[in-house]
């Protein structure tokens, strides 16, 4: 059996009194063609379908890290709540982001990123993509559904600008890893919205787990107590948009086309780089020159040609007025 020590009860910040100031994430997740599938009707995981692209770094997974997936938990898997400030909104749902190193096996460092999840009308990026997934959200437990989304699809509009709790050396019952020492989770303080529309519907779609949140040993927690504001991981060129067909919701691979029954297709190559209306431009080109050449010596030899004749019908011993020969 694997020991767990989370989901926990979240203290306040003010309670945590060791700030690890090594402990920064740095994150940019890459746009996303994301699929949904209700597990046991526990939880909406979001496969975001990125290649194993490297998304966040941080010394609490030994460098950079992959997403595997996106958990969606209702009711939230760590209580917020009890211990939360007086005033401060409830939180009513959880979003569970699971990360590793790629290493093997149960060598592999994993770091989640748990975010609350709060219902309200304020409408942000993140809500708005919770719109699109949760309007696609499955009919039927273990249904696979691709996300048709209106919006440029980033896990980066989850991430709140917060501050947030580090759990070290800490597994999670949403693990899979069963080795305590290589998983660490953070668990950020500020939430992100979600619309009363779509957590109505969520919540009739997943239910608790039954897992009881407890206390955490007080040497494993601390954190960090600067609010990141941001994407701060240079992707390079690795932020690379697809097209997608609009009828499977699949990746259209470079050098193929999508017909209008959806079936994608290789484009045929062309026999020369040439278009024709590039060949016919060049012709018109070089016939404009070869015009332009040919007047040019036609006038010059025409005005030539008469030059001669009036020099040769030019009387013998006559001269110009004023010159030797009339003095």
């Known amino acids: 059996m694997v020991f767990t020590e989370a989901p926990i009860i979240i203290p306040n910040l003010t309670e945590i009194k060791t700030n690890c100031q090594s402990c920064i994430l740095k994150y940019n997740y890459i746009l996303g063609n994301p699929t949904l599938t209700v597990v046991k009707k526990k ?42 400030f007086s005033g401060v909104p409830k939180v009513d749902a959880e979003l569970i982001l699971l990360h590793t190193n790629n290493n093997a096996n149960n060598n592999a460092n994993t770091l989640s990123l748990c975010i609350p999840v709060r219902k309200g009308t304020s409408e942000t990026k993140g809500s708005r993509q919770f719109d699109d997934i949760i309007k696609s959200l499955p009919l039927a437990d273990s249904d696979t559904v691709t996300v048709r989304s209106s919006n440029n699809f980033s896990v980066n509009n989850f991430i709140p600008k917060s501050k947030y709790i580090v759990l070290t050396k800490t597994t999670g019952t949403w693990e899979e890893n069963t080795n305590n020492d290589n998983n660490n989770i953070i668990i950020f303080k500020d939430a992100i919205m979600i619309s009363p529309s779509s957590f109505s519907k969520l919540e009739k779609a997943i239910t608790s787990d039954g897992t009881a949140p407890q206390n955490i040993n007080p040497g494993k927690i601390t954190k960090y107590d600067k609010i990141i504001n941001g994407p701060g991981m240079n992707q390079k060129s690795s932020m690379t948009c697809y097209p997608v067909d609009m009828k499977t919701g699949k990746k259209i691979p470079p050098g193929f086309q999508s017909l209008s029954n959806g079936v994608v297709v290789e484009i045929p190559s062309e026999s020369s780089s040439f278009t024709p209306t590039m060949i016919f431009i060049g012709c018109v080109v070089v016939a404009s020159v070869v015009l332009v050449v040919w007047l040019f010596y036609f006038f010059w030899g025409k005005m030539s040609q008469r030059a001669a004749e009036a020099v040769s019908s030019k009387p013998k011993g006559s001269s110009f007025p004023g010159t030797k020969n009339d003095l």
């Open 43 to 84: 939880y909406l995981e979001i496969k975001v379908n990125t290649d194993s692209t490297k998304e966040i770094e941080s010394s609490l997974i030994n460098g950079k890290g992959v997403l595997n997936e996106a958990r969606l938990y209702c009711p939230p898997q760590n209580d917020y709540n009890t211990k939360n």
